[in-house]
Structure formats: structure tokens, C-alpha cells
């Protein structure tokens, strides 16, 4: 026993870790004005255009709380299964810093708007709203306020409502967090309650990262890890982070509390301020603002404005259109597919003869999608809904194969168009006439005398270059299926 | 004519002005003749103002107060007119908007005259925190207006303003209304809009009239008081103010706090006082001793809360937008700290400094979480005083006006000043100080408080008080 305690705490080696993760994510609610004042919200608009006495903080400003924004944290409490307050109440965060120019964030604190719930198997710990932060340009070489010459403040996104999403520690992996979020990300979504797009930080997310020996349920000391402003940087960020502290802990040495930047270019992470410097938030009732009293009204209309969440959906892709439920999570954690799915079903329906729905699923999920490269929504391709759904009418109906399938999806990926269209234009309708595929069968099996003869011996598998003559000589007009049946009754194996 | 018009109270000059006896334009010049000479005067005046109106504006025409000049304490915010609230950190700074509050005054049909000193940021009961100088009292220039809002109460005894707006945290209107002997009035919490009044601690602030007497602090409420969408806080009154016009207290129960009137009060203004009380009840008032168990505590509560929210309220102020931003700075921290250390004075300082301690992480339930119940059980004082009594009476201030530095160099002793009017602030109820008589040649102020949304009530009782007290002010005219 001893010993194996000693080899352990002399390092141990990666794996034999576990990693523990929670998430904190900032979604910009997307309301018509701010959180505390009537400017609208904006993207891009030259700096400091929609300001006012209120984001400003000027003298004798007060803040009103937009019932919108009430609405839309409502919404993802129930999303979320959260417990909603009865009372809810903001405070005030104090600390100094440009970008923040009361010298305190109106957040929530010891009553927040949400408390508990759970979404893909991860629990959330609380639901709060608060108000983003100015955003800082920092004019120099670095890019950040440390060694830039000028730093200039640009109000526009100050004031704009943010809801706090907080995790509990239950994400084990990089990917897991990935995933997770991308999750998230479909849920808001669907609610309509953001634009959910992370490069333009309407979506953010900070991770809470330790790492423990595996098998412990002990928390280690963590780190929290800022600025990673894309998924693809989140799942880098937090395997760079969780690298870090394995080597720490592996040489003897302990993880020190800390908040820390990602450098997305240089994948490097550097420490942005430790314990000593942590702030007193010093945090209390705002005095300028009342309570919020959640009326049952109020839940009833958040209710009530709720689309079908992910989760919901992939219940119902599954029991009512009869999806696996892999194909059926596929669908609906990217709603974007869940979506194009629907709109290909509904087109299919029309069809005189019917895409079978898990053939469209699959040809959505594995044919399609992998064909798109950076376009992530099929929407924003050429293939349409109506010609996804019609070219599988016609594969399942064999009136083309699955190969020639393949090369008019090539097709409609560059050009777009009408399957039926192109089947017909470039002469590709399978071969129906049985006595035509006979003859180009037999033809084959005359060519490959070597081949014949091990089928007839037994071997199946020697099928293949006979199979490959036929598709060479109809062009993949040919059904697999049917060239397969008519090569072992003509050789009688 | 000029004589003539000193005379007039406001209430009476609106009225001239709607008979065609005088006009708009020669009200607003007398007076704006009156405080520039004031503000000119510098070190030999009164320093009353921080800006005066270079030009009469335009006489509105057609409405209800047809042009009475109005003075406005300086931490109003007022577009494109100095709002400083008496502080260097905001010198010059020049408003983009005006308050609820005086815009709606506007549009009832006041002009801006002036605007009035005060202690930095209403911290402070003499006016002598001001960035900008102090201001006398009129009644003897060797002695205080009190404060914060001094230079609006000096300004009206003085006769350089008809009336003013004042602002009241823990007694800055009642206070230098009672050491000026004037009138001064702090409405129930949250009647009139705090939006654009420059915030000391929200939830304690509250604008209201500072005026000649009680016809015209009623007359300016009226205007005042309205629910403000851009003010959470604001509520709407239950019931509308009616001016008043009762001059009998028959029927009146006025209760009277032995917490409030014992050690502490100056003996001069304790004769004063009871013998207002008996006039009082010459006019048929029953006056009777009620208990207020918790307000020897108020004090001590409210320099925990106050300071608390004025140490966040006062954060924006680091050089980064607007006002004061130091020079010679090294880094970001050092700009905050130099502009910071350059603009506050030593009160505002010592009142961030206290109220920092008291929200820190470890001591926020011990003093911020305590102080709020010990707030809770002054209003539950309050509300229990009120099952028994109509009114509660009390000296407004435990001194008449003190000698200039006489108690700048002890910040508790200048607390004390607030003794009796700080309990009503944490309550949020409204309270009324009138002018009961003189001790030494100085006014003594006699409070009037009741239960919240009370106003009619009280401006009628403390308009019967006044008619039979006939206080004469006309000694502070300059």
C-alpha cells in the first residue's frame, strides 16, 4: 500500500489524472435595449454611438431593470430545469477598471434569478443576469493593457445583458466541454434568447480547471482559464491547461490559485493576477434598484414563449419520425441540421415516392455535412431541403444507385440544382431491364475466368473484380445488390 | 418696487405675476441682481452660489408658477450649467441632461437662477466641506448655515433666492433650513425622482422645498412629487398634496420622543421648542410623550449605511470620462489614486473609507447587515409611534447655528447636528422643519414628521404652527 502511495506522489504519469471542469458562460441576452438603460444593442457600429447619461454612469444616472431581460433569464431557467426565484434581487460588484465606469458591475449575488437544473448530463449551479463591460482597444504592439500606449473605450457593449450560466464541476474532458457547450449553444438558440455567435462574443466562456488523481473525489485547487473566444480554442485551451497542471502535480509540485489568459495564436497561458491580488467585490443591494418580484404570470409567459428545446426534440425525432437516437442527438444538439432535417422531411412527404427518414437522416449526417468543409448551417449551401430529400426519393427508390447518388450530391455541393434534373440530363437512371444487366453480367464473368472460378469454389469474397467490370460498364448505373444476385445465380454459388 | 418685491413670498409672486402686478422678467432680474451681487462680492458675501443665471431667460407664459426664479443646490445635475456638487473632483463638469426633478420645476414655469453651495458631495452639516468656500449664515456671518444644502437655506433667509431645492440624506434640508430659520421639508422616500440628483446614498437621498414658508414649500412640492420611470425607487402617492390651510391643531395628537429631547439638546432650543409645543396646544393640539426605543441608535446605523453606499456611489469618479484626472500619473492605479487623492476633500475621503471597511468581505454582516436591522427597527418605532400619535414633534437640530471651525476639527461632534432628523431619514418617512423662535438672537427649527405619504397632514399642522408662531425672518434679509 505504502508503496504504491509513493510511487504516486513521486509523479504519476498523464492518465492517471482526472480532470474536473466547470464552466462559467456569458450570453448576451438579445433584447431590443440594454440592461439598465434604452440604448439599443449593437455589433460593430462606431464606438461610443449608443451611449447615454445611464451606460455611461454619468452623475445622477439611474439604472431600470429591463423586463426583457427578466423574460429571457425566465426562459433559460426553464430550459435549464433551474429552481426561479420568487424574489430576485441585484447587487452591486465593486471594483475599479476602464471599462467599467460606475466602478461597480450591477450583477446578482446571494439571489439570483436561477438556482440549480442540469443539461446534458452536466448540473448547473445558477442562472444570473448582470450587465457586460465597455470594451477596451489597446492601441501598441501587445494588444493588451500592459505596454500599450493608448488604451480607448468604446461604450457601445457596456450595459448590454448578459446571463451568467455557472456549471457545476462536472465536465471530465476538453471535448466533453466542447461538446457540452455546443449543446448549450443549440438550447439558447432555440430558445431565441441570443445570437449565440462566440467570435462575436455574444457567447463566452471562462473554465474553472483542476486536475485530482483518478479515482479521488476530492477537488484540486483550481485555475480559471479566460479569453477563449472559440470552440475550437476552448477544447485547446483547457488541453493546454489540464497539460500544465498534470506536469505540476506529476513533479511534486502544487497548482497555485489563479486566473489565466489563453493566447489562442501562441497557444501559450500566462497568469493574469493570483490570490494575493483577488478582489473584495465588496458586493451589497443596489440601493437604486427594487427587488424583482417573479410573478407566476411572468413563468407562465416565459413558458409559453419556449420553442422545443434540443433535448425535447431529439425525444421526438427518435419516438415520432423513428431515428436511431445517435442520428436523433445528431439532429438536434445542431439545431442548424435538426432544421434542415425537418424542412428535407417535410419536402420528402410531398415526394410521390418517400425518402424513408433515417435514409435522409444519414444522408444529411454522412454524405452531406462531411461534404460542406467550413459551411457549417447546410442552409448556407447550395443543396437545398426539396433536392436532399427528392435525390434520396430516388436512391431508396433504386430508380439511381447509391454510388450515382453520391456523384449528384458532388453535383448539387458545386452547382446546386434539381436531382431529377441531372439524373435524367446525363443519363444516369439506374438499369432497370433485367435482361440488359444480365448480359453485361455474364460479359464480366467471361473476363474474369480467375475470379469465377474461386467464387464458384466458395470464396464470396473473390466477387469483387466481377462487380467492378459490371460498374465500370453501366457507370455506376447498376445496383450493388442486384449485380451481386445475378453474378452468384449465373456462376450458381 | 424692490422693497416690494422682498416681501413677496413666492407663492405671493407667482400671484403678482398672474395679475400683471409684476413681471417675470423684472422678478427674475431683481433677484439675479441680488445673487450675483453675492457671488461678486466674494470672501465679503454670503457664498451662497457656485454659478448664477447670466441672463433672464424667456418668462414662461402660461404657467401654473408663470416664472418665480428658483435656486437649485449645485449637485442637481443641469444641462450645460456647472454641476459640481461642491467638489473639485467635478469642477466645471457641465451636465448633458437635468434632472427629473428641475426640469419638471421648469416646466411648471420656475427659472433657473442659481445654483447653491454646499458640502462636498451633501457630506457635512455646516457647508464648510465645500471645494468651493463657505457659506455664512446670514443671521451672523461668524456662524454656519448648517448643511449640506447651506447655501440654498442661507440664500433663501437671506432673500437672494424666493425659494430653492435642497437635498436631504440624514437631515441636509431640515438642519440648515432650522439654523437659517427658514422652512425646509424632506418628502416621504421615493415621491420625488432621484434621477439626476448627484448621488451622496440612494437609499437615504431625497430632494425637496426650501422656502420662506410653509405655503410655499407645499406650492413647490406640488411640482416636485411625480413617479419617474427613470427611477426604480420612485413611487406613486397614494393621494394628491393639497396645499394647506388649516390654522387650528384641534384634534392633533403630537407625539413627543423623550430619546429626542433629552441630553444632548441645548437648553436654549429645549425652551424654544416646548414652548412652540405650547402654543400648540393653544391652537388644540394634545401633546403627549411617545417612545422612539431605537432612535438613540440611528446615528450609529446611518454612518455605516451612508457611508457604505456613498463609497460606491462615488466610485465613478476616477479621471476616466469626465472631471478632475491628475497629471503625472505612472500607470493606471496611480492616475485613480493621484486624481482620486486631489480631488476629495478629507470628509468625503474619511466616509469612503468607512463605508469601504464596512462592505468588506468578513465585516459586511457585522456592520452593513447590522445597521440594516437596527434601520428596520427605528421604521417599526416609527410605525408603532404612529398607532398612538398623528405627529411626532421634535427639536429639528440639538444647537442653533455654531461658530465657523468651531467643529470641523471633530468629525463626531459635527455628526451629532444630525441627532434628531437622521431617524427620519432612515425611516424614509417625510418631516418638516419650521422656524419656532430665537435663542440668542438665533432661529431655532421645530420639526414635524409623520407617517409616510403624510405631506398634506403635516404642511397643514406646521401651517397652523407657523400662523400662530409668527416667526419674522425679515432680520436675515440682506
Redesign the interface.
Known amino acids: 500500500m505504502s508503496e504504491d502511495g509513493a510511487q504516486r506522489s513521486n509523479g504519476a504519469a498523464a492518465g492517471r489524472f482526472e480532470a474536473v471542469i466547470g464552466l462559467e458562460i456569458h450570453v448576451q441576452l438579445a433584447t431590443a435595449t440594454k440592461m439598465f438603460c434604452g440604448c439599443p444593442l449593437s455589433f460593430g457600429d462606431p464606438p461610443n454611438t449608443h451611449t447615454c447619461a445611464v451606460c455611461l454612469g454619468l452623475p445622477g444616472s439611474l439604472p431600470v431593470a429591463n423586463a426583457r431581460a427578466v423574460h429571457f433569464g425566465l426562459m433559460i431557467g426553464l430550459a435549464l430545469g433551474s429552481e426561479l426565484a420568487p424574489r430576485s434581487l441585484f447587487h452591486r460588484k465593486n471594483y475599479f477598471y476602464p471599462d467599467l465606469p460606475k466602478g461597480y458591475q450591477i450583477s446578482q449575488y446571494s439571489e439570483p434569478l436561477c438556482s440549480g437544473g442540469e443539461l446534458g448530463g452536466v448540473r448547473i449551479h445558477r442562472v444570473h443576469l448582470e450587465e457586460d463591460a465597455a470594451k477596451l482597444i489597446h492601441v501598441g504592439a501587445s494588444g493588451r493593457i500592459h505596454g500599450s500606449e493608448q488604451s480607448l473605450v468604446d461604450f457601445n457593449r457596456g450595459g448590454t445583458p448578459l446571463a451568467e450560466i455557472v456549471t457545476e464541476p462536472d465536465i471530465r474532458s476538453a471535448e466533453q466541454a466542447g461538446e457540452w457547450l455546443k449543446l448549450l449553444r443549440s438550447t439558447l438558440r432555440a430558445l431565441g434568447v441570443s445570437d449565440v455567435n462566440m467570435e462575436q462574443g455574444s457567447l463566452r466562456a471562462d473554465a474553472n480547471i483542476s486536475v485530482r488523481p483518478a479515482g479521488s473525489s476530492e477537488l484540486g485547487v483550481k485555475t480559471e482559464l479566460k479569453n477563449m473566444n472559440s470552440f475550437r480554442f476552448i477544447e485547446r485551451g483547457i488541453r493546454a491547461e489540464l497539460a500544465r497542471q498534470e506536469e505540476i502535480v506529476s513533479a511534486g509540485g502544487r497548482v497555485e490559485l489563479q486566473t489565466l489568459h489563453f493566447d489562442p495564436d501562441s497557444g501559450s497561458i500566462t497568469s493574469l493576477r493570483s490570490k494575493e491580488e483577488a478582489h473584495d467585490y465588496r458586493y451589497f443591494p443596489d440601493p437604486d434598484l427594487v427587488p424583482v418580484a417573479i410573478g407566476a404570470e411572468m413563468i407562465e409567459a416565459a413558458r409559453a414563449a419556449m420553442a422545443e428545446l434540443p433535448a425535447a426534440r431529439a425525444e421526438r425525432l427518435q419516438a415520432e419520425v423513428g431515428l436511431s437516437t445517435e442520428t436523433a442527438r445528431a439532429l438536434s444538439f445542431r439545431g442548424e441540421l435538426g432544421d434542415f432535417f425537418e424542412r428535407a422531411l417535410a419536402a420528402a412527404a410531398a415526394c410521390s415516392t418517400e425518402a424513408q427518414p433515417q435514409a435522409l437522416a444519414n444522408w444529411l449526417t454522412v454524405e452531406l455535412v462531411p461534404r460542406l468543409d467550413d459551411i457549417e448551417d447546410p442552409a448556407d449551401s447550395r443543396v437545398t431541403p426539396e433536392a436532399l430529400a427528392s435525390l434520396v426519393a430516388l436512391v431508396s427508390a433504386k430508380q439511381v444507385s447509391v454510388g450515382v447518388g453520391r456523384q449528384v450530391l458532388e453535383r448539387l455541393v458545386a452547382d446546386g440544382g434539381d436531382p431529377g434534373a441531372i439524373v435524367a440530363s446525363e443519363g444516369l437512371t439506374a438499369i432497370s431491364d433485367e435482361g440488359e444487366l444480365a448480359r453485361i453480367v455474364a460479359e464480366a464473368v467471361a473476363a474474369n475466368e480467375d475470379a469465377a472460378e474461386r467464387v464458384r469454389a466458395g470464396n464470396a469474397k473473390a466477387i469483387g473484380p466481377i462487380v467492378g467490370h459490371v460498374m465500370r460498364e453501366t457507370k455506376g448505373r447498376a445496383d450493388g445488390a442486384e449485380v451481386s444476385r445475378l453474378i452468384h445465380a449465373q456462376l450458381g454459388a | 418696487m424692490s422693497g416690494d418685491l422682498l416681501e413677496l413670498t413666492a407663492s405671493q409672486a407667482a400671484a403678482e405675476i398672474a395679475a400683471g402686478g409684476v413681471s417675470a422678467r423684472e422678478l427674475f432680474e431683481f433677484y439675479r441682481e441680488r445673487a450675483g451681487a453675492d457671488r461678486d462680492a466674494g470672501e465679503q458675501g454670503l457664498g451662497c452660489f457656485t454659478w448664477v443665471a447670466e441672463d433672464a431667460p424667456e418668462p414662461p407664459a402660461g404657467t401654473p408658477l408663470g416664472g418665480v426664479p428658483l435656486a437649485v443646490k449645485d449637485?442637481?445635475?443641469t444641462e450645460d450649467v456647472p454641476?459640481q456638487?461642491g467638489s473639485r473632483i467635478?469642477e466645471g463638469?457641465l451636465?448633458?441632461?437635468t434632472?427629473t426633478v428641475v426640469a419638471r420645476l421648469q416646466e411648471a414655469g420656475t427659472s433657473l437662477l442659481a445654483k447653491t453651495n454646499q458640502d462636498e458631495f451633501a457630506m457635512g452639516s455646516s457647508t464648510e466641506n465645500s471645494a468651493f468656500g463657505p457659506t455664512l449664515n446670514p443671521w451672523d456671518r461668524t456662524r454656519v448655515p448648517g448643511g449640506s444644502s447651506g447655501g440654498s437655506a442661507a440664500a433663501v433667509a437671506a432673500g437672494l433666492a424666493p425659494w430653492a431645492l435642497g437635498t436631504d440624506t440624514g437631515g441636509s434640508i431640515r438642519q440648515p433650513a432650522a439654523l437659517c430659520g427658514i422652512v425646509g421639508l424632506k418628502p416621504t422616500y421615493g415621491t420625488v425622482s432621484?434621477?439626476?440628483?448627484?448621488?451622496f446614498?440612494?437609499?437615504l437621498d431625497q430632494a425637496g422645498p426650501m422656502t420662506r414658508d410653509v405655503a410655499d414649500a407645499a406650492l413647490l412640492l406640488s411640482h416636485m412629487v411625480a413617479r419617474d420611470?427613470?427611477?426604480?425607487?420612485s413611487l406613486q402617492a397614494p393621494s394628491k398634496l393639497e396645499l394647506p390651510s388649516a390654522e387650528r391643531l384641534d384634534g392633533v395628537t403630537l407625539g413627543v420622543p423623550g430619546e429626542l429631547t433629552g441630553e444632548g439638546i441645548e437648553a436654549g432650543v429645549l425652551d424654544t421648542f416646548n414652548a412652540a409645543l405650547r402654543r400648540a396646544e393653544e391652537l388644540g393640539a394634545s401633546v403627549r410623550e411617545v417612545h422612539l426605543p431605537n432612535a438613540p441608535h440611528a446615528l450609529s446605523a446611518y454612518y455605516v449605511l451612508a457611508p457604505?453606499?456613498a463609497?460606491?456611489n462615488?466610485?465613478?469618479y476616477?479621471g476616466?470620462?469626465?472631471g478632475l484626472r491628475a497629471g503625472g500619473a505612472e500607470d493606471?492605479i496611480d492616475m485613480?489614486t493621484r486624481t482620486r487623492h486631489d480631488g476629495f476633500g478629507a470628509e468625503v475621503k474619511r466616509r469612503i473609507m468607512l463605508g469601504?471597511y464596512a462592505?468588506?468581505?468578513g465585516y459586511?454582516d457585522a456592520y452593513?447587515g447590522h445597521a440594516q436591522r437596527v434601520r428596520t427597527k427605528i421604521a417599526e418605532d416609527f410605525a408603532g409611534a404612529f398607532e398612538e400619535v398623528d405627529l411626532i414633534a421634535t427639536p429639528t437640530a440639538p444647537s442653533v447655528a455654531f461658530g465657523l471651525g468651531e467643529k470641523t476639527g471633530d468629525p463626531l461632534a459635527m455628526y451629532l447636528s444630525d441627532y434628531c432628523t437622521v431617524p427620519m431619514s432612515l425611516a424614509g418617512i417625510p418631516a418638516i422643519s419650521i422656524p419656532c423662535g430665537l435663542s440668542g438672537g438665533l432661529p431655532v427649527g421645530l420639526q414635524l414628521a409623520g407617517p409616510a405619504f403624510s405631506e398634506s397632514r403635516l404642511l397643514d399642522a406646521a401651517h397652523a404652527l407657523e400662523r400662530a408662531l409668527a416667526f419674522d425672518g425679515a432680520p436675515a434679509r440682506v
Open positions: 449637485l442637481f445635475c454641476s456638487s467635478l463638469y451636465p448633458p441632461y434632472a432621484r434621477y439626476g440628483m448627484i448621488a446614498a440612494s437609499s420611470p427613470c427611477d426604480a425607487t457604505a453606499e463609497s460606491s462615488l466610485a465613478r476616477d476616466v470620462r469626465y493606471l485613480y469601504t462592505l468588506s468581505s459586511y452593513y
